[in-house]
């Protein structure tokens, strides 16, 4: 069941972005009396469709689809979708639809501005919707994080090599001050930082950070988790410690011969005392104190912690656009740095690059709306930004063509955009190849 709510969240996500997207240029096309001849979710390879608006039973249903310029459908291949535009060299690589006199509703006689907004309105269509998103998020649930201010990390073994150690707290990075604990990872890798100043006890610490180890930090789940002191909230009333004499605001610093800092220290030690009696120090404003406890079964001691300090941000209708429009801007922000980071192979950031099979990864086990409309804005400014790159085959290699038709007057031959087109496309499938081989050996492994 699980697998099933991971696989329609992707399979949601996905048609969602690429109708959106598809719709991008579809819009520029007819605004500008484009002739849009195919608008398809999903590819019709070899002709097969899953849906057709040009199907016998639809075209009875609704007489005027037969005559209708653009049949819209759903292809039976789910690697993403298109719009053909008639008169445009593009994946579908129908060359011979060019051998005619130009005509006044192909793409190919309007004026390259024109051409240029239709190939942006994808990414564009793209990014106004992560914003819409975002603004709704906002809106609806408003903003939560974990400041930074004051906060302790506790570090994994890669972390640990780095230098970090439990307690840490992060005070800059390069001189930036993070506001955000759930951020550190990103900026410490984002901003290439050399340089990490840390507070460790009443002592500051300088840590160099070795950027040889960038392509592991990106492959580290969590570089940094909140390092979470052992400080008692309440005790369950079911807990066979209910009366063993804690109070709110105790903080346990041992647990038999085993000393605590955090809850992270102490829950292999629990695991280790399960259904076993023992006993717990704690400090009590300036008092040491020792209780006898019950570990039960578990490896649980039946009681309830101080929440971390979580900080909510509620917005207006007008302040969840400007939350929405801002948050857009960072996301395309971080996200631009991460493609600095793939496409320098020394980082070894390439072998994070996912297909399908890692996006389904990141979607909850179950149903959230929270959840999902957060990456569906996310995997928006993604499929955006990675449509800009200038690899002909996507938007971005129909973009320069055209910037420099517009710059130096000159039109790129037919010719030669179906030569780009074709080692575009080749560039294409090598990069899917190596986000598959990437998947499959993080699964394998």
């Known amino acids: 069941m699980t697998v099933l709510i991971k696989i329609l969240q992707v399979i949601l996500a996905l048609s969602v972005l690429i109708l959106l997207h598809e719709l991008g240029h579809f819009t520029f096309a007819k605004l500008f009396g484009i002739r849009v001849e195919k608008f398809f979710l999903f590819f019709d390879v ?40 008639a008169g445009m060299i593009d994946e579908s690589m129908d060359l011979d639809s060019l051998k005619g006199e130009p005509q006044s509703w192909e793409f190919r006689t309007h004026p390259a501005w024109q051409r240029l907004l239709v190939m942006a309105g994808g990414v564009l269509f793209n990014f106004i919707g992560a914003v819409v998103i975002y603004c709704m998020i906002m809106g609806i649930w408003g903003r939560a994080y974990i400041p930074n201010e004051n906060a302790q990390i506790y570090p994994s073994p890669l972390a640990i090599e780095l230098g970090f150690q439990p307690g840490d707290h992060i005070i800059s990075m390069d001189g930036y001050e993070p506001r955000s604990f759930g951020m550190l990872q990103a900026e410490l890798i984002r901003r290439a930082v050399q340089n990490v100043q ?14 040889a180890l960038t392509g592991r930090m990106l492959q580290d789940g969590e570089l940094f988790s909140l390092a979470i002191p052992f400080v008692v909230d309440s005790v369950d ?41 023992t006993e717990v120090t704690l400090l009590r404003g300036a008092d040491t104190l020792a209780f006898p406890v019950q570990v039960d079964s578990a490896g649980r001691l039946g009681i309830y912690m101080l929440p971390p300090d979580v900080r909510r941000q ?17 996301t395309i922000h971080g996200y631009l740095q991460d493609m600095r980071l793939v496409a320098t192979p020394s980082t070894g950031a390439y072998k994070s690059v996912g297909s399908f099979i890692a996006i389904g990864q990141v ?26 790159l200038p690899i002909p085959g996507l938007d971005g290699g129909h973009i320069v063509f055209t910037l420099y038709e517009l710059l130096t007057g000159r039109k790129p031959s037919d ?13 294409l499938i090598l990069l899917m190849m190596l986000a598959f081989g990437n998947d499959i050996g993080r699964l394998i492994n």
């Not at 840390?198 to 950027?211: C, E, K, N, P």
């Not at 041992?254 to 030690?269: H, K, T, W």
């Open 46 to 85: 070899g002709g097969r469709k899953l849906f057709s608006s040009k199907s016998r039973w639809f075209t009875r249903l609704f007489p005027r689809a037969a005559t209708a310029e653009t049949e819209y459908g759903i292809g039976w291949l789910p690697l993403g979708g298109y719009c053909k535009i």
């Open 363 to 388: 979607f909850p086990d179950r149903w959230d709306w929270y959840q999902f409309m957060y990456l569906l804005a996310i995997l928006s400014i993604m499929l955006g930004v990675m449509n800009l």
């Open 198 to 211: 840390v507070q460790r006890g009443a002592d500051t610490v300088s840590l160099y950070i070795d950027h």
């Open 314 to 330: 509620e917005f207006g209708f007008f302040e969840a656009i400007g939350a929405g429009i801002s948050l857009t801007g960072e």
């Open 237 to 277: 009333a079911r807990s066979p410690n209910a009366a063993a004499g804690f109070g709110r605001g105790d903080r346990i610093i041992r647990i038999g011969e085993s000393d605590v800092a955090f809850l992270q220290d102490a829950r292999p030690v629990l695991e280790t005392l399960r259904g076993s009696s």
């Open 415 to 427: 010719r030669f955009l179906a030569v780009a087109q074709l080692i575009g496309m080749g560039l």
